[in-house]
């Protein structure tokens, strides 16, 4: 894996930027700001600190002349491949922010570390953020596994989380924001997308962790509801790079579409594979809910071509806000020596920080409480269209977007709902539902 996505550290503490100079230069630059607040600990052993960022820790309640800030992704080992792209959109907002005058007055100071695709590791690393570095705010994980192993952390130490990724719901958490899908703003419309385009018999292959397994649950249960069929039921470990059997299993059931849940590097080993064994995207149709842009170019365009992908947002999305977004996104991981496409947990990582630092300056405070009583009924003007914070359940409203993938790793948007759908995290709204809503607590 090549340095940028085993993440030692960012672009800006390579180049030796120290933090007087970044917060001098993003005072100075409002045209081109530099990055607004210091990264404080990169990715790595907690030795590695730069010695000039690592000063007295800022409280949340914003004391001193910075708020610090959490930034918590996987920066090395599988998951870099995603989660790299998410770190450089929560560092392009924090930009954002303090270009536009900071939160109360302060400029904001991003703590990064790495959760190096190892969910004890998150847990730990969200524990030093709250509780060493004193951060007012996390944003970070990825998939369903790290943000459960950090979820009674953020609990039990009533600090708060963003979360960027879509995920399969039935979760609620009061410390935690979703600004990634819920299950029915990706996972639901999509089956019920391909039911209507006559896919009807399923082949289920997913990572072996709670969110392909809990997804694939939730898929049978809609598919049996829905005059569909399960033809099979397959999970590989997150990383795995072998697919010649899974392969072999798929030919011999002969589905209409494989619904793909597999994260991170596997990805990129099943469809290269895939198509070495013969099979394109106008053989087989594959339908992906964890491949957006960035991973699509690590597999190659030429091999995603045509095979479909459910999200609420891609880099082709008609929005004023995203003709601005993307050129933007562009520019600031051009200056990392490696230009990425932007994405929907790219984008929804953009929109944590973005409702955050709003929801702060509402609240008149950092003040976790106050915070989450600001967040209710925000409403963003984001790059995927104006999303709401929902009143009670932490999630927001997304359209839902089926895309297909182009030769040049893009993707084009093929379907979409006439406009955000609310979050149903327990899927109470639906009539084949009822197993999963009574997992609501009181």
């Not at 770190?87 to 400029?107: F, P, W």
Request: charge should be negative; aromatic fraction near 8%.
């Amino acid at each position: 894996m090549n340095e940028e996505l085993m993440g030692r550290g960012s672009y800006w503490l390579r180049a030796g930027i120290s933090r007087r100079r970044v917060l001098k230069a993003g005072a100075a630059l409002a045209a081109v700001p530099a990055v607004g607040g210091l990264l404080a600990a990169c990715g790595g052993d907690d030795d590695d600190d730069d010695t000039e960022s690592s000063g007295a820790s800022t409280t949340t309640s914003g004391g001193g002349d910075t708020i610090k800030v959490g930034v918590l992704h996987s920066l090395s080992g599988t998951m870099a491949v995603s989660e790299v792209a998410v770190r450089d959109a929560d560092l392009l907002a924090i930009q954002e922010v303090n270009a536009a005058g900071g939160v109360l007055g302060k400029q904001l100071e991003a703590v990064v570390e790495d959760g190096q695709s190892d969910w004890p590791t998150f847990a730990e690393k969200a524990k030093k953020l709250i509780q060493s570095d004193k951060v007012a705010v996390t944003f970070g994980c990825w998939t369903s596994a790290s943000r459960k192993a950090v979820l009674p952390v953020f609990e039990s130490n009533k600090a708060l989380l963003y979360y960027p990724v879509q995920y399969e719901g039935l979760e609620s958490s009061p410390y935690i924001f979703y600004t990634g899908a819920t299950t029915n703003q990706q996972i639901v419309p999509s089956v019920e997308y391909l039911l209507k385009e006559n896919k009807k018999k399923f082949f289920l292959l997913g990572s072996d962790y709670v969110f392909p397994r809990t997804a694939n649950k939730i898929i049978k249960a809609q598919l049996a509801a829905s005059g569909g069929q399960t033809l099979a039921e397959e999970y590989t470990p997150l990383g795995h790079t072998e697919y010649a059997t899974v392969i072999s299993k798929i030919k011999s059931a002969n589905p209409d579409v494989v619904y793909n849940t597999l994260n991170g590097d596997s990805n990129v080993a099943f469809f290269k594979q895939l198509q070495s064994a013969g099979i394109k995207a106008a053989d087989l149709t594959t339908l992906s809910v964890s491949i957006a842009e960035e991973e699509a170019v690590a597999i190659g365009g030429d091999i995603m071509e045509g095979h479909l992908v459910a999200w609420n947002y891609y880099q082709t999305t008609k929005t004023p806000e995203n003709d601005k977004f993307v050129p933007a996104y562009h520019d600031f991981t051009s200056k990392s020596g490696k230009k990425r496409p932007t994405s929907d947990p790219v984008e929804a990582a953009y929109i944590s920080v973005h409702l955050w630092a709003m929801a702060a300056n509402k609240a008149g405070s950092t003040d976790v409480e106050k915070v989450k009583e600001a967040m209710a009924g925000l409403e963003f003007k984001a790059p995927e269209g104006t999303v709401k914070v929902h009143a009670s359940n932490h999630h927001i409203s997304k359209t839902v977007r089926i895309g297909k993938i182009r030769k040049d790793a893009l993707i084009d948007e093929v379907w979409a709902t006439s406009g955000p759908v609310e979050p149903d995290p327990y899927l109470e709204t639906y009539s084949w539902g009822g197993e999963f809503a009574k997992e609501k607590k009181s």
